[in-house]
């Protein structure tokens, strides 16, 4: 089961907690800002070593001094208008995280809501996304999680995932 959580990313305890960089990775406001903070200065130095990320693609580093053992860079769409790619864009950042943890042993991972901060992806189309493609992984994790900043957030999560299931 895809697991929706209320909170602060930063306190999870995983194998790795996906960020929602910008293509430099050096830090931001929001998820990353917070992530950077949580990681500590080292993180921004590693990542210094990674030469950018494009939106859609994802790049992994050390967790240093987060609880989770690593974290997933990845760059989500900038909404304009819903013509530009955006939902593409936006499943391949879910996807090639997945498919990194993969390739690299992580059994557990926590998404925040890609793109729909100071990106502007409208939230609801977002989780339907996110949601189908964190199922489709699903079988091949110990735990996919979901977390949520805001209660509002939360709730559409668990509304739009028991759409989904038919409930
Ligand atoms: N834990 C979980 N979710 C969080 C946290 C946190 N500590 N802090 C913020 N969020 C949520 C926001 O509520 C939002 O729903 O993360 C979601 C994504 O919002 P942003 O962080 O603004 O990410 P995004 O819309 O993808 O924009 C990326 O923001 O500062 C940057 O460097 C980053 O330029 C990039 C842009």
């Not at 800002?33 to 939106?55: D, F, Q, S, V, W």
């Not at 859609?56 to 240093?64: D, V």
Request: a negative charge; charged letters at 25%.
């Amino acid at each position: 089961m895809v697991e929706i959580v209320q909170g602060d990313i930063t306190t999870l305890d995983v194998d790795a907690i996906v960020n929602a960089a910008n293509p430099s990775l050096l830090g931001g406001g929001g998820v990353d800002g917070a992530i950077h903070r949580a990681a500590g200065p080292r993180l921004r130095e590693y990542n210094k070593t990674l030469g950018g990320c494009p939106p859609g693609e994802a790049r992994l580093s050390p967790g240093f001094d987060l609880p989770a053992r690593h974290v997933i860079s990845t760059v989500g769409p900038v909404w304009h208008a819903g013509d530009q790619g955006e939902a593409q864009v936006l499943e391949n950042a879910y996807r090639n995280s997945l498919e990194l943890a993969l390739a690299n042993g992580i059994r557990s991972i926590a998404f925040p809501a890609i793109s729909t901060g100071v990106y502007g992806y409208p939230k609801e189309q977002a989780a339907r996304i996110a949601l189908r493609v964190m199922k489709e992984y699903e079988p091949k994790f110990d735990r996919i999680i979901a977390v949520l900043h805001s209660p509002e957030d939360y709730e559409r999560y668990r509304r739009v995932l028991a759409e989904m299931d038919g409930g």
